[in-house]
């Protein structure tokens, strides 16, 4: 990859990136971190015709994907991206993967994800959800693994206290737009990390954020090209 920004000036715009500086140049500045990491089209889109963000991705994507993983001690993922993608449990497909938390209002976990050893897969709700649901939830991934935070919807800014306290302090969300919209609306978000694929797709398709309107004024921190793709790291300012 080809540096085009490097605001720690460890690195000059124009330097030819490999492993070793990309993993240095992602490396999270505080011990307790959230971040999130999206991908979009050059009109905007958070996913392809298909409706998924799979569709978009670029090599160059999937390289700075995979090391974000590596970084995290746990992914966040909202139930109807799940879906979407057709998430499985992460240490199903790798025991050395982060354990997957899954965000629903409903306390309904998706099946796709039930696999892999236990603590694999958590869940996190409102304690309004609907107890058959929860019930469900709590036969498939064990009891001691569904959360509740807050009572009519899910309290973000207690879910990552509830996070950081049982050790997971880096923490990556990787979507949907609906869930990153509402953590940036409860002032947790850290950092955001999003590529830019050299894909136009017009058509319908949501944006990377969804939800209540937010002012979050950010710094560029890195941004990176190869093969037309731009990748970029910016802290959010709060």
Not at 93 to 99: C, G, I, L, N
Not at 169 to 194: F, K, N, T, W, Y
Request: some cysteine; hydrophobic content about 40%.
């Amino acid at each position: 990859m080809r540096l085009l920004l490097d605001s720690s000036g460890t690195h000059a715009p124009g330097d030819l990136v490999d492993a070793a500086a990309l993993a240095d140049l992602y490396a999270p500045p505080a011990r307790r971190w959230l971040r999130a990491n999206f991908v979009a089209t050059l009109d905007g889109a958070a996913n392809g015709p298909d409706q998924r963000s799979g569709s978009i991705n670029t090599k160059a994507d999937q390289v700075v994907f995979d090391l974000l993983r590596r970084m995290t001690d746990v992914v966040v993922v909202g139930a109807g991206t799940v879906r979407a993608e057709g998430y499985p449990s992460l240490r199903a497909e790798d025991p050395a993967a982060p354990p997957l938390l899954v965000v629903s209002h409903s306390g309904q976990l998706p099946v796709s994800v039930a696999g892999g050893p236990p603590g694999s897969v958590m869940l996190v709700t409102r304690s309004g959800a609907d107890r058959h649901a929860l019930d469900a939830s709590r036969e498939l991934i064990g009891e001691e693994f569904v959360w509740t935070s807050g009572g009519d919807s899910v309290d973000f800014v207690q879910m990552r206290n509830m996070l950081e306290d049982k050790g997971f302090r880096q923490i990556l969300c990787e979507g949907g737009p609906s869930l990153l919209g509402s953590l940036l609306s409860a002032g947790v978000v850290d950092e955001l990390d999003l590529t830019w694929s050299p894909i136009i797709v017009g058509g319908e398709h949501p944006a990377i954020v969804n939800g209540p309107a937010v002012n979050l004024p950010a710094s560029p921190s890195l941004l990176l090209e190869e093969n037309g793709t731009i990748l970029g790291r910016w802290f959010v300012n709060r």
